[in-house]
Nanobody, 126 residues
Framework: QVQLVESGGGLVQAGGSLRLSCAAS????????MGWFRQAPGKEREFVAA????????YYADSVKGRFTISRDNAKNTVYLQMNSLKPEDTGVYYC???????????????????WGQGTQVTVSS
C-alpha cells in the first residue's frame, strides 16, 4: 500500500494559478502511474489528469486540457498538478491517486486506482 499526501490547495481568484503536490511513500513510486481527481460539493468525483509511471504519457479531462499540466519527479516520489487560468468551476477537493498495478498504461477511471490521498481544497473565486 502507498501513502499519498496532497498539498498546495488554497483560495485563488479566477485566472490565477496553483500548483498541487502529492508526496508518496510506502512502495516504489516510480513504477506506478498516477492521477488527479476532483470532487465539487454535491457532485461525483471526476477524473482530472493522469501520468504514466515513466512520465512519458499524460491524459487530461477535456475541461482542463490546455490549462492544467501533470508531471512527476520520481527522484522525489512526488507528482504535481500545475493549474493555470483557473475558473470558479475548478473549485473542489483535489485527490491524488496511485494506480493499482505497476507499469500500467495511463489510467483514466477510478477503478484503475488503488490508493488515494486525503484531498486538498481548491477554491476559485469569481
Amino acid at each position: 500500500q502507498v501513502q499519498l499526501v496532497e498539498s498546495g490547495g488554497g483560495l485563488v481568484q479566477a485566472g490565477g494559478s496553483l500548483r498541487l503536490s502529492c508526496a508518496a511513500s510506502g512502495r516504489t513510486f516510480s513504477i506506478y502511474s498516477m492521477g488527479w481527481f476532483r470532487q465539487a460539493p454535491g457532485k461525483e468525483r471526476e477524473f482530472v489528469a493522469a501520468i504514466s509511471w515513466s512520465g512519458g504519457s499524460t491524459y487530461y479531462a477535456d475541461s482542463v486540457k490546455g490549462r492544467f499540466t501533470i508531471s512527476r519527479d520520481n527522484a522525489k516520489n512526488t507528482v504535481y498538478l500545475q493549474m493555470n487560468s483557473l475558473k470558479p468551476e475548478d473549485t473542489g477537493v483535489y485527490y491524488c491517486a496511485a494506480a493499482k498495478n505497476p507499469w500500467s498504461a495511463v489510467p483514466r477511471v477510478m477503478a484503475d486506482f488503488g490508493s488515494w490521498g486525503q484531498g486538498t481544497q481548491v477554491t476559485v473565486s469569481s
